[in-house]
């Protein structure tokens, strides 16, 4: 059975940084890809970042680009997501998913992942 739990998450203070972790069990974790999404209040889910299966293809959304990275350990089996100064634009809830693919392609699109996390929450304060 695929497990993904995410961690990480918490009330912080703007401009503050998180790292939010995904462990991943079940799964033949060097051969998924895997994605970050969130969805604050009110708002649909979106798309953060994404990582291929090697540790250098990696994908951030604008939002996030420039203030963050993906990284992944595959002998852990985990998938990280580091957020450096936070603003309250960023609080929602992270998901980490997985999906049986080497590359980025498509890894905007949330039909194209197999397995969900149960999500972090990210509160941050102004």
């Known amino acids: 059975q695929v497990k993904l739990v995410e961690s990480g998450g918490g009330l912080v203070q703007a401009g503050d940084s998180l790292r939010l972790s995904c462990a991943a069990s079940?799964?033949?974790?060097?051969?998924?890809?895997f994605g970050w999404f969130r969805q604050a209040p009110g708002k649909e889910r979106e798309f953060v970042g994404g990582?291929?299966?090697?540790?250098?293809?990696?994908l951030l959304a604008d939002p996030v680009k420039g203030r963050s990275t993906i990284s992944r350990d595959n002998a852990e089996n985990t998938v990280y997501l580091q957020i450096n100064n936070l603003n309250p634009e960023d609080t929602a809830v992270y998901y980490c998913?997985?999906?049986?693919?080497?590359?980025?392609?498509?890894?905007?699109?949330?039909?194209?992942?197999?397995?969900w996390g149960q999500g972090t929450q990210v509160t941050v304060s102004s």
């Open positions: 079940g799964l033949t974790f060097s051969s998924f890809a």
């Open positions: 998913a997985a999906r049986e693919a080497l590359n980025l392609v498509r890894i905007r699109l949330e039909r194209t992942y197999s397995f």
């Open positions: 990582i291929a299966w090697n540790n250098w293809t990696t």
